[in-house]
């Protein structure tokens, strides 16, 4: 049972332009979000995050949007450069069991 | 200098064989997991910590064990009871807190290849 999920495998967008990263979830215990960057054979590094109190939490050129009676949450990277080039994973956390689960990842490719 | 070490970062195991990968941290954290990316399937969760001497299972534990005996240590044993362990594992950590959500921090990996 997948509880954090990415549909889009991938992503394409020009140089300049928004990228849109979506990520839906079916536990309604989840109530702090977190979305990551991972370049192949490294850990991923930590982006920007949200909290299920707010609908919007923006931090430089990256904004994640919480819809809580959806389910969904996405990032949106404005404006796109080739370096943000990666796989991009939700994840969420709640309750007080501890755990972390994320999702299957989308692969990002911005062209120049 | 602070941060996750996973070592070693590559790893040859013949089937049949146990292996242990190793997760050391010195960010004090009291939180640990152990995820493991295959291909398309983004990271899954296999087993995690929150607190010394006790772990739980996480979404496909079997095949695997872990201790915590310390708080700086997480090690998890890839036993030749897990079918298909050819994988890339990841280590991550996380601040245990009453008061605020914290995000987890990664190793750099280690990539296990069965022979």
């Known amino acids: 049972d997948q509880q954090v999920k990415q549909n889009s495998p991938s992503l394409s967008v020009q140089e300049g332009r928004i990228s849109i990263l979506n990520c839906d979830y079916t536990?309604?215990?989840?109530?702090?979000f977190l979305w990551y960057k991972k370049y192949p054979a490294e850990g991923p590094t930590f982006l920007i995050s949200?909290?299920?109190?707010?609908d919007k939490n923006e931090d430089g050129r990256f904004t994640v949007f919480l819809n809580k009676s959806a389910k969904h949450l996405s990032l949106h990277i404005v404006p796109s450069q080739p370096g943000d080039s990666a796989v991009y994973f939700c994840?969420?956390?709640?309750?007080?069991?501890?755990?972390?689960?994320f999702g299957q990842g989308t692969t990002l490719q911005v062209k120049p | 200098d602070g941060g996750i070490t996973q070592s070693p970062k590559y790893l040859f195991r013949k089937e049949g064989q146990n292996v242990t990968l190793s997760c050391e941290q010195n960010?004090?954290?009291?939180?640990m997991y152990w995820y493991r990316q295959d291909p398309g399937q983004g990271l899954r969760l296999i087993y995690y910590?929150?607190?010394?001497?006790?772990?739980q299972k996480g979404d496909i534990a079997e095949g695997y064990s872990v201790s915590r005996e310390k708080k700086e240590s997480f090690p998890l044993t890839v036993t030749s009871a897990q079918k298909n362990p050819t994988a890339f594992y990841l280590c991550?950590?996380?601040?245990?807190?009453?008061?605020?959500?914290?995000?987890?921090?990664f190793g750099q990996g280690t990539r296990l290849t069965v022979v």
């Open positions: 536990n309604s215990m989840f109530d702090y």
């Open positions: 910590s929150q607190i010394v001497n006790d772990f």
């Open positions: 960010l004090n954290h009291d939180a």
């Open positions: 949200i909290s299920s109190i707010k």
């Open positions: 994840a969420a956390s709640g309750g007080n069991t501890g755990k972390l689960i």
């Open positions: 991550a950590t996380r601040k245990v807190s009453s008061f605020m959500n914290t995000e987890a921090f």
